[in-house]
Nanobody, 126 residues
Framework: QVQLVESGGGLVQAGGSLRLSCAAS????????MAWFRQAPGKEREFVAA????????GYEDSVKGRFTISTDNAKNTVFLQMNSLKPEDTAVYYC???????????????????WGQGTQVTVSS
C-alpha cells in the first residue's frame, strides 16, 4: 500500500531554515501530484505547497510564497519542502500528501489527496 514518511521537522529560531522530506513507497511516484499541508493547534489543515507529477507546475499558499520551495527527486521517490525565513506563525505539524493525478496538475484542497503521511512537527521560536 501507499506509504508516506515525513522527516526533517524540528525547533528553529525565527529567520532560520528547515528542509522537510517525504519518502514515498507503494506508488508510481512520477504519476502522482504531491503536496504539503500544515495544521496548527485548534486550526484546520491548510494547503502549503504542491507540485505536479512532471514537476513543471507548482503552487504555494500566499503566506509562504518566496520563502518555501517544493521539489521532487523522482529517482528517490521523495518530495522536499525547503523552508527559509521561517516565522513563528509557520509553527505547525506538516503533512505530506499524494494524489494519483490523471493529468499534469495539482490540487489545493486536502480532500483531493487520498494518501497522507503521519506528519512532522515544525516549531519556530520568536
Amino acid at each position: 500500500q501507499v506509504q508516506l514518511v515525513e522527516s526533517g521537522g524540528g525547533l528553529v529560531q525565527a529567520g532560520g531554515s528547515l528542509r522537510l522530506s517525504c519518502a514515498a513507497s507503494g506508488l508510481t511516484f512520477s504519476s502522482y501530484a504531491m503536496a504539503w499541508f500544515r495544521q496548527a493547534p485548534g486550526k484546520e489543515r491548510e494547503f502549503v505547497a504542491a507540485i505536479s507529477w512532471s514537476g513543471g507546475i507548482t503552487g504555494y499558499e500566499d503566506s509562504v510564497k518566496g520563502r518555501f520551495t517544493i521539489s521532487t527527486d523522482n529517482a528517490k521517490n521523495t518530495v522536499f519542502l525547503q523552508m527559509n525565513s521561517l516565522k513563528p506563525e509557520d509553527t505547525a505539524v506538516y503533512y505530506c500528501a499524494a494524489n494519483p493525478a490523471g493529468s499534469d496538475t495539482y490540487y489545493r484542497t486536502r480532500f483531493a489527496y487520498p494518501h497522507w503521511g503521519q506528519g512532522t512537527q515544525v516549531t519556530v521560536s520568536s
